[in-house]
């Protein structure tokens, strides 16, 4: 049960990816986030799309993953990559504070060993954006989306209010305020 949710959700994440990038292709100016779920995904658009061609671009990305086209489900501003470079900068910043204190044969944290610490710490965080994008898509790419949709076929699409979430994401943007963000739910089954 829980490897065909996991599956669907996988999908739906593909699908979701297909769509921003068609969408993206034939539009300027506006940006999108999203979310996934075994029932379909969420999309949020800031800026001017008609619902119509939101509803041309899930139809465009359903045919074209169908056929093959497996890069469109991969997105370089996914979560995944933005978790991952999160992850290893946290890390590469941690490692190399614990190994100056280590060095310095501290049991704690001071001013003088971050101070130290300052210039590796931001060639190693420097090193871990670098290598995250690649690792990032390789892990989307082969855990968080799945193109091959096998046998699932959207059912709806349709005009949602903005979640709460889509306003924190509309400020962690830093869209404008006055600007316009239209939301949709894509159900699917399968």
Do not use: W
Request: one cysteine or more; charged letters at 15%; proline letters at 4%.
């Amino acid at each position: 049960m829980s490897n065909d949710l996991l599956s669907r959700v996988r999908r739906n994440h593909a699908l979701e990816h297909a769509t921003i990038n068609i969408l993206s292709n034939n539009h300027k100016g506006f940006s999108a986030q999203g979310n996934s779920t075994p029932r379909g995904f969420n999309l949020n658009i800031f800026g001017e799309i008609a619902e119509e061609d939101v509803a041309q671009a899930v139809e465009e990305a359903y045919k074209r993953l169908k056929n093959g086209e497996n890069e469109l489900a991969l997105h370089p501003n996914c979560g995944t990559v933005l978790l991952t470079t999160a992850t290893l900068a946290a890390l590469a910043a941690q490692a190399t504070f614990s190994l100056e204190r280590r060095r310095q044969n501290s049991p704690r944290y001071n001013i003088p060993i971050l101070i130290a610490a300052l210039p590796v710490t931001i060639l190693a965080v420097f090193i871990a954006l670098i290598a995250s994008k690649p690792l990032g898509m390789a892990l989307q790419a082969n855990y968080t989306v799945d193109p091959e949709l096998g046998d699932l076929q959207v059912t709806s699409i349709r005009h949602v209010s903005p979640h709460i979430i889509t306003r924190i994401f509309q400020f962690l943007l830093g869209q404008a305020k006055n600007q316009d963000v239209h939301a949709y739910r894509i159900e699917t089954i399968g």
